[in-house]
């Protein structure tokens, strides 16, 4: 459980230290605070669409977060769910459909008809969306991950990252930590954060963990952020991003305790608790 208050509001002077890659903000405000849309402004919109991406931009969020797998046909979509059930009007697994397949299916009226017209994107055009604009988060899905490096979903993304010029505005993380030293071999100098996962090293602490994956930030679930690895993440100047936070209350107190952002369904939200700071 976390412990906040006895930090003090470290927020306005907190800054991100050099020793951590990390992506560069189109919008940074220069608070060393990120406000993350978590697959999008997806409170409001279908998750991880373009509609959802489209409003996170206009609630002038700094960075959206979204999901990769693959298709059939090797192309990186953007989806959270390994299975279209409960977010598409189709069925089965996302790696069984080709992207013509995928793209035939309502993405938003899960949600509300009125975003019928919704379909699964690609990285590739959530990236040509993103480039001048926001900052994204790409979290490599566990199940997408293979041993298989050349060609495989680390080095497909990174190519659409080069191709989009968006290699200084993008963090890659993923709970699969084989898929962070992918990228790290691939591309050395791209930033990656460590999804915290307990089946992994469960007794590291985060500084030994980013360490040992050669990581620059540590995301977890704010359940996750105990007294003990929140003094660590202090202790050794670790950009920290935690998720999924809707409540205002618990958002101010991450503020409080020192993270470096927050991922949120309402990103508007946490905006205005952030200004609150300034």
Same mark, same amino acid.
């Given at each position: 459980?976390?412990?906040?208050?006895?930090?003090?509001?470290?927020?306005?002077?907190?800054?991100?230290?050099?020793?951590?890659?990390?992506?560069?903000?189109?919008?940074?405000?220069?608070?060393?605070?990120?406000?993350?849309?978590?697959?999008?402004?997806?409170?409001?919109?279908?998750?991880?669409?373009?509609?959802?991406?489209?409003?996170?931009?206009?609630?002038?969020?700094?960075?959206? $977060?979204?999901? /990769? !797998?693959? #298709?059939?046909?090797?192309?990186?979509?953007?989806? =959270?769910?390994?299975? *279209?059930?409960?977010?598409?009007?189709?069925?089965?697994?996302?790696?069984?459909?080709?992207?013509?397949?995928?793209?035939?299916?309502?993405?938003?009226?899960?949600?509300?008809?009125?975003?019928?017209?919704?379909?699964?994107?690609?990285?590739?055009?959530?990236?040509?969306?993103?480039?001048?604009?926001?900052?994204?988060?790409?979290?490599?899905?566990?199940?997408?991950?293979?041993?298989?490096?050349?060609?495989?979903?680390?080095?497909?993304?990174?190519?659409?990252?080069?191709?989009?010029?968006? $290699?200084?505005? /993008? !963090?890659? #993380?993923?709970?699969?930590?084989?898929?962070?030293? =992918?990228?790290?071999? *691939?591309?050395?100098?791209?930033?990656?954060?460590?999804?915290?996962?307990?089946?992994?090293?469960?007794?590291?602490?985060?500084?030994?963990?980013?360490?040992?994956?050669?990581?620059?930030?540590?995301?977890?679930?704010?359940?996750?952020?105990?007294?003990?690895?929140?003094?660590?993440?202090?202790?050794?100047?670790?950009?920290?991003?935690?998720?999924?936070?809707?409540?205002?209350?618990?958002?101010?107190?991450?503020?409080?305790?020192?993270?470096?952002?927050?991922?949120?369904?309402?990103?508007?939200?946490?905006?205005?608790?952030? #200004?609150?700071?300034?």
């Amino acid at each position: 459980m976390l412990v906040c208050g006895a930090f003090g509001n470290s927020f306005s002077q907190s800054t991100m230290t050099q020793e951590h890659n990390l992506p560069s903000l189109f919008n940074d405000d220069g608070d060393g605070f990120i406000v993350i849309a978590h697959r999008g402004a997806s409170a409001y919109y279908p998750e991880n669409t373009m509609a959802a991406f489209r409003a996170a931009v206009e609630m002038d969020a700094e960075m959206i $977060e979204l999901d /990769v !797998l693959l #298709s059939k046909d090797g192309v990186p979509v953007v989806s =959270h769910d390994a299975t *279209l059930n409960a977010h598409t009007n189709g069925s089965g697994r996302v790696i069984n459909h080709t992207l013509e397949e995928l793209k035939k299916f309502d993405a938003g009226s899960w949600f509300d008809q009125r975003f019928s017209d919704q379909q699964i994107p690609t990285l590739g055009e959530v990236l040509a969306f993103a480039s001048g604009k926001i900052a994204v988060n790409i979290e490599i899905k566990t199940g997408a991950v293979t041993d298989q490096i050349k060609g495989g979903i680390e080095e497909k993304s990174l190519e659409l990252v080069r191709e989009h010029n968006m $290699e200084d505005h /993008v !963090l890659f #993380s993923s709970f699969n930590y084989n898929a962070l030293q =992918h990228l790290k071999e *691939l591309e050395p100098e791209i930033p990656v954060a460590l999804l915290y996962n307990r089946g992994w090293y469960n007794r590291l602490l985060p500084h030994q963990l980013l360490k040992q994956f050669k990581a620059d930030a540590f995301n977890c679930s704010y359940r996750q952020l105990t007294k003990r690895r929140l003094a660590d993440l202090r202790t050794h100047d670790i950009p920290s991003f935690i998720y999924t936070v809707n409540r205002e209350s618990k958002m101010r107190k991450l503020i409080n305790a020192g993270v470096k952002g927050i991922f949120t369904n309402k990103p508007d939200v946490l905006k205005r608790v952030v #200004s609150e700071y300034h």
